[in-house]
């Protein structure tokens, strides 16, 4: 059977099934015994013996170790006619115990080296994640299916073949190559280093995982947390991932139901943690609802510490959820713990005394790991750690941070890097190739384009091999956008010198200057909004005023030289704009353009725009009047009103 596919057939294309895919938080991993020489009942032997061995190795370094959800399991299966042993395990938040797995399954691979280990999760080959800094230009996720696997405590990658295509194997595919040329696969020994850097600390990185803590807890949850410390996984996350009817179920007053975890009758204990669970205890807000908060302080007025009195009810909530909420009733540990209560009830068991519980091992962990001075944090992220011990209190945290630095600063010091990657390279899977038109039966433009281009580059070079030694570099286009290019060069690398200054100085500096670029920043936007306001206003007067003609320059009109407004004037004026005229009249003897004599189409326009106003106020007679200027009045008026004009006249004769 393949691993998860994300490519979906539809009805009538050859549907075979909806697209397989892990679940969030689901690592995933398949062993293969690749050996011509064995029978089919042979590998099966070989795979059982693998199991067996696993069962060891969880036997010596697992006696207390605690798994966030699931644990891990290989179950032999046939799929495909062939033998293989295949598990799941939901890791949760414990990204530890996906690594965990890999530890084992590596550490076998040097007992077994006819088996082939392929690991995944639900963001596919996540070694090659771990080692993205590292891996060749060709592999890429779209290719890297099936082709990674582990044997001989080695991380092989089957490499692409001389003629074949950028694609993902399919598992049919991958075996058959496993078999027949098993010489294939290659050990890209960085890559490898790379990917398996978070083992470098196991197995001590097993027992560092746990946390012990002294709290306060009822007598039947310390005595069901003692017989099983396993338990503790799934109760936290019952109440780390509580819900409203969660919340009400632990108040009788409103589920009308008994407590089956009373807060009450409190003994000191010790219990196991991993560090996961610990922190998602400590790090929840809650504010407990009655009764509980009643036994909080209670628990706070006998001098327990609050911090561990917090985490006591906490813990005791998530058991009374795990056991009444109808959403675990089917998991495995809810059916064991409610046997256990069983066995009490019917009184085939009974609660710890004091005395007993006295003589239990009582064990406190340091909690440094939580710390973080947060300056050296900056100095970490700045690639300047002073290595300070007590800087950080987890130092898988510390060697985590300075990888992730170490890659980022080796990737800004790739001169070559691009927005294609590192290398500045397109991948093969990564370029547009779709532009080919070959057996489409249509062109694409994109090649006439590319065509028309290339024509235009040769007649660039052909002109500026043509252009004499003189002439000047500023008309060449080229040679412009050397300079602009040099200029943005020059630009950026201010850009940089001012910026490592920023880096180095200290978190209130760079918060005074964060501060005046913000208020900068709103100045400038204060007046941007002014500039538009003005822009604004200043479209508007100059609608008015075409609205009206006062801005028309040349308008079309029948009016000839030497008629109409100013043909009645007497006076130098009307002699120069006659000359004028006529000089006009004999430059465009051609009559290409239109005559234009500024004079009268100023004071035209001046007068229709006036005449628009029908003697309301309006910008032409605003203007006129502050420069003093009466308009006459307009002669078609005078037709209009003679008749009035007329009769008055008459009247007073």
């Known amino acids: 059977m393949d691993t998860p596919q994300d490519n979906l057939k539809w009805f009538g294309e050859g549907f075979d099934g909806f697209p397989k895919k892990l679940p969030d938080d689901v690592v ?52 495909e006619q062939q033998w293989l042993l295949r598990g799941r395990t939901n890791y949760g938040d414990s990204v530890a115990d996906e690594w965990l797995i890999v530890y084992f399954l590596r550490e076998l691979s040097k007992e077994f080296r006819d088996a082939w280990i392929r690991i995944y999760d639900s963001d596919g080959e996540f070694l090659l994640i771990e080692a993205a800094n590292a891996l060749p230009k060709w592999l890429n996720p779209e290719v890297a299916e099936n082709r990674v696997w582990i044997n001989s405590h ?18 049919v595919q991958a075996l058959h190559i496993l078999d027949t040329t098993p010489a294939r696969p290659q050990q890209y020994i960085k890559v490898e280093r790379e990917a398996f850097h978070r083992l470098n600390g196991y197995p001590a990185a097993i027992s560092e995982n746990q946390h012990h ?33 969660s919340i009400r179920l632990l108040q009788p007053d409103k589920s009308k139901m008994p407590l089956i975890f009373p807060p009450e009758d409190f003994v000191d204990v010790s219990v196991r943690f991993t560090k996961v669970l610990y922190a998602q205890l400590l790090g929840q807000h809650w504010e407990a609802p009655a009764p509980w908060d009643a036994a909080l302080e209670k628990l706070v007025k006998a001098d327990e510490p609050t911090e561990k009195a917090e985490i006591g009810i906490k813990l005791t909530a998530g058991m009374q959820m795990l056991l009444s909420h109808s959403i675990y009733a089917s998991h495995k540990p809810t059916r064991e713990i409610a046997l256990l209560l069983e066995d009490l009830e019917t009184g085939d068991d009974a609660l710890p005394t004091d005395a007993e519980i006295s003589s239990w091992p009582k064990r406190e962990d340091d909690e440094g790991w939580l710390n973080i001075d947060f300056s050296e944090f900056e100095k970490e992220l700045e690639g300047k750690g002073s290595g300070a011990k007590d800087g950080f209190g ?92 040099e200029e943005a060069d020059a630009e950026y690398a201010d850009y940089e010198k001012a910026y490592e200054k920023f880096m180095t100085l200290s978190a209130a500096e ?77 430059m465009d003897s051609d009559g290409d353009e239109e005559l234009l004599d500024e004079d009268y189409n100023l004071a035209n326009n001046m007068l229709q725009a006036f005449k628009g106003q029908a ?11 502050a420069m003093g200027v009466q308009f006459p009045q307009d002669k078609d008026d005078e037709f209009r009103g003679g008749g009035s004009k007329g009769k008055g006249k008459a009247v007073q004769r």
């Not at 690749?34 to 795979?47: A, F, H, K, Y």
């Not at 061995?53 to 179950?75: P, V």
């Not at 080695?154 to 598992?171: D, F």
């Open 615 to 625: 003697g309301m106020a309006g910008p032409a007679g605003n203007m006129m009047k």
């Open 213 to 245: 803590a002294t709290l306060p807890l009822p007598r039947k949850v310390a005595h069901i947390l003692h017989a099983h410390p396993s338990y503790i996984a799934p109760v936290v996350e019952a109440f780390y991932l509580r819900d409203p009817i």
């Open 28 to 79: 995933e991993c398949i062993i293969f015994i690749i050996d011509s020489r064995l029978s089919d009942v042979q590998t099966r032997e070989r795979l059982q013996a693998f199991q067996r061995s696993l069962k060891a190795l969880e036997n010596k370094f697992l006696k207390e170790y605690i798994w966030q959800r699931d644990s891990m399991n290989l179950e032999l299966v046939r799929e």
């Open 510 to 586: 760079k918060a005074i200057l964060t501060d005046e670029a913000r208020e900068l920043a709103l100045e400038q936007d204060a007046e941007k909004e002014e500039d538009d306001e003005i822009q604004k206003l200043t479209q508007m007067m100059e609608a008015e005023l075409f609205s009206h003609g006062a801005l028309n320059v040349n308008p079309k009109s029948s009016h000839k030289p030497g008629t109409g407004l100013l043909s009645g004037s007497k006076g130098k004026g009307r002699g120069k704009g006659k000359e004028r005229m006529e000089d006009i009249n004999e």
């Open 394 to 485: 987890d130092k898988n945290a510390q060697e985590s941070l300075k990888k992730m630095v170490s890659r980022f600063n080796d990737f800004l010091a790739d001169n070559e890097a691009g927005a294609e990657g590192a290398d500045g390279v397109l991948d093969p899977m990564d370029e547009d190739n779709d532009s080919d038109a070959g057996g489409r039966g249509w062109d694409d433009p994109e090649d006439e384009d590319s065509d028309s281009n290339a024509s235009q580059d040769a007649q660039k070079q052909k002109n500026s091999k043509a252009r004499p030694k003189g002439a000047a570099k500023d008309s060449d286009p080229e040679t412009t956008d050397d300079s602009e290019d």
């Open 154 to 171: 080695r991380l092989l990658i089957v490499p692409l073949g001389k003629e074949e295509e950028p694609a993902p194997l399919s598992q």
